[in-house]
């Protein structure tokens, strides 16, 4: 059974940093492509970064420069570094895992920037 797990949400002001982190069992997390997602309320889920299984990263416009994804294949997890926070950055992150065709997601994990 795979899982994502989340953490590292919380309030944060603005252009305060913030580290999630989503920890991964269950999947051969070396081989995965692995994305941050997230929703803001009344608004569609959107990317906001992926990296692939050979380290690849690409960003949203909306967070290039001030957001960082990366991975650690020993630990089975993926991280996402967010700093220069502002408040349009609030929503649930959720994590989410692509390997062979199957899909999988975290449960999210909510930031919000606010003074």
């Known amino acids: 059974q795979v899982q994502l797990v989340e953490s590292g949400g919380g309030l944060v002001q603005p252009g305060g940093s913030l580290r999630l982190s989503c920890a991964a069992s269950g999947i051969i997390f070396s081989l995965a492509s692995m994305r941050w997602y997230r929703q803001a309320p009344g608004k569609e889920r959107e990317l906001v970064a992926f990296i692939h299984s050979g380290g690849n990263t690409n960003y949203a416009d909306s967070v290039k420069g001030r957001f960082t994804i990366s991975r650690d294949n020993g630990k089975n997890t993926v991280y996402l570094q967010m700093n220069a926070l502002k408040p349009e950055d609030t929503a649930v992150y959720y994590c989410?895992?692509?390997?062979?065709?199957?899909?999988?997601w975290g449960q999210g994990t909510q930031v919000t920037v606010s003074s």
């Open positions: 989410n895992g692509v390997r062979m065709g199957s899909v999988y």
